[in-house]
């Protein structure tokens, strides 16, 4: 059997190590080393976050004006679980992701322009991997601890761990992100988390 190497296959070839490289990269440096803790989070079943508190409780009616302006404490280890539960969904997205691409790059019966199709998807997706990481750690390097970025060619959604951004941190971060990418300013969302 005679095997010809093509351009199309050393690209696919390329991207896929590329890609591969990227994924590795991306777990390597979103890896903090975090020493996890074992809470009762999921022993409580009747925890529900997000739950109204007041809406329906028989004590509505009597509770007084500053029991119902309250806003209810979160601890820190509640806003720390947020980031690490959010950064491993979205890791385990993204290898859901790379794995279905290599499955269908690994099929026979697609032909080159097929191939050629899901190589340009894979190539996208690790380019939103180095991106995400690359404007985290930027966001990091401004004084930020937790920082969180999705992102893909049309849009950017950035949670940041802050007591209130100042308006020149907002301008530093949406700066960071015209930078680092081709996406509009109206298109970026920065959500606060404190």
């Known amino acids: 059997m005679n095997m010809i190497i093509g351009k199309r296959q050393i690209i696919l070839a390329a991207?896929?190590?590329?890609?591969?490289?990227?994924?590795?990269?991306n777990w390597q440096y979103s890896?903090?080393?975090?020493?996890?803790?074992?809470?009762?989070?999921?022993?409580?079943?009747?925890?529900?976050y997000g739950e109204a508190q007041y809406v329906d409780s028989p004590n509505a009616l009597n509770a007084n004006a500053d029991d119902i302006n309250e806003t209810p404490d979160f601890d820190e280890a509640d806003n720390?679980?947020?980031?690490?539960?959010?950064?491993m969904s979205r890791q385990k997205a993204r290898d859901e992701a790379v794995e279905t691409l290599a499955v269908m790059l690994a099929d026979a019966e697609l032909?080159?322009?097929?191939?050629?199709?899901?190589?340009?998807?894979a190539a996208d997706l690790a380019d939103s991997i180095e991106a995400e990481g690359k404007i985290e750690n930027l966001i990091k390097a401004k004084g930020f601890t937790d920082v969180m970025v999705y992102y893909d060619a049309e849009r950017a959604d950035i949670m940041i761990r802050s007591e209130g951004l100042m308006s020149d941190e907002v301008v530093q971060i949406k700066d960071i992100i015209l930078k680092e990418t081709t996406i509009p300013v109206e298109n970026i969302s920065i959500i606060e988390v404190n």
Not at 80 to 87: G, I, M, N, P, S
Request: charged share 25%; net charge negative.
């Open 111 to 121: 032909d080159a322009d097929q191939k050629a199709n899901l190589a340009l998807r």
């Open 15 to 25: 991207l896929v190590l590329g890609l591969g490289i990227a994924v590795y990269l």
């Open 31 to 48: 890896s903090d080393n975090l020493d996890l803790t074992v809470t009762n989070a999921l022993d409580d079943a009747t925890t529900n």
């Open 80 to 87: 720390d679980t947020f980031f690490v539960e959010a950064k």
